[in-house]
């Protein structure tokens, strides 16, 4: 008989993320985290920020871009004022579905609650059903939360499936956003101190890099910076532009390129941009 002893399992991660349990911001935690993820929900993205920082979790869920609306500004400003890492990255295909308390039927609805973005994205579904009015609401997992605790029998919220089945609500209607493509990108941040996913030096394709830099407001300081990543063929995939506070029309650059910075022609690119910029901060590297 054997009398090795059974491992113990490691305790579930705990990560913060901005938004009411089930919302698309939790369903994104269990991608990058698993099921088991213990959250944290928080009213605002500087408190999940703080959270991390303040050591209340051991990880952080921000959306970053969505193919719809573009990039979420705020969260961008606030990868630079924290000192984190990005360590993973997900997509999430945002379904909306029209949710209800248990035995509200269709026909019975007058109004729908949600976050402004989330019926905006719905709008052929009002279009088609006139007599529904739309109801502004800070979030929508917390907008099926709302309508089940309050019992509505004449309304609806618009959110994830998942809310649904946190909250014990019916899905009157699913999938009803207009744009099937519509993807928002979530990044796990982790704080400096803990431990990062180690570099495989033999699969370095599939990875991503992510940095911000500045550069003098001068004639071709941008195209100079850039062709640190073009000489060395490497794919800058995005750039963003920020502005920089306190120095009227100058900019932050926000750009994610392919490659590992265990990959020489990375570090290569990063040290010749270094020569060129005012600041420069490697923000994470992660699988893609």
């Given at each position: 008989m054997s009398t090795?002893?059974?491992q113990p399992t490691p305790p579930a991660l705990r990560a913060a993320f901005q938004g009411e349990p089930g919302a698309f911001s939790h369903q994104a935690a269990m991608d990058l985290l698993g099921p088991a993820v213990v959250v944290l929900?928080?009213?605002r993205f500087e408190d999940l920020f703080v959270a991390l920082r303040d050591s209340q979790v051991d990880a952080a869920v921000v959306p970053i871009e969505n193919t719809l609306h573009g990039s979420v500004h705020e969260n961008y400003d606030h990868l630079l004022h924290y000192d984190f890492r990005i360590v993973a990255e997900t997509n999430v295909r945002i379904v909306h579905n029209l949710i209800a308390a248990p035995g509200v039927r269709f026909k019975?609805?007058?109004r729908v609650?949600?976050?402004?973005?989330a019926l905006n994205q719905c709008l052929d579904f009002f279009a088609a059903n006139p007599r529904i009015q739309r109801e502004p609401f800070y979030d929508t997992a917390g907008s099926v939360k709302m309508v089940v605790h309050d019992n509505l029998r004449d309304a609806a919220a618009i959110a994830s499936a998942v809310s649904a089945d946190i909250y014990g609500a019916k899905i009157l209607k699913r999938s009803i956003e207009d744009d099937r493509q519509n993807i928002t990108r979530f990044f796990l941040l982790r704080r400096p101190d803990q431990p990062v996913l180690a570099l495989d030096e033999h699969a370095k394709k599939g990875w991503?890099?992510?940095l911000v830099f500045t550069v003098r407001n001068q004639p071709g300081s941008l195209f100079r910076a850039l062709s640190a990543f073009a000489l060395?063929?490497?794919s800058v995939i995005r750039i963003e532009s920020r502005p920089l506070r306190g120095r009227p029309w100058e900019y932050l650059f926000y750009l994610d390129l392919v490659g590992s910075t265990a990959d020489e022609r990375v570090q290569r690119a990063l040290a010749h941009?270094?020569?060129l910029a005012d600041m420069l901060r490697v923000l994470g590297c992660y699988r893609a």
């Open positions: 090795r002893k059974k929900p928080c009213t019975d609805l007058k609650f949600s976050h402004p973005v991503k890099t992510s060395r063929d490497l941009l270094q020569e």
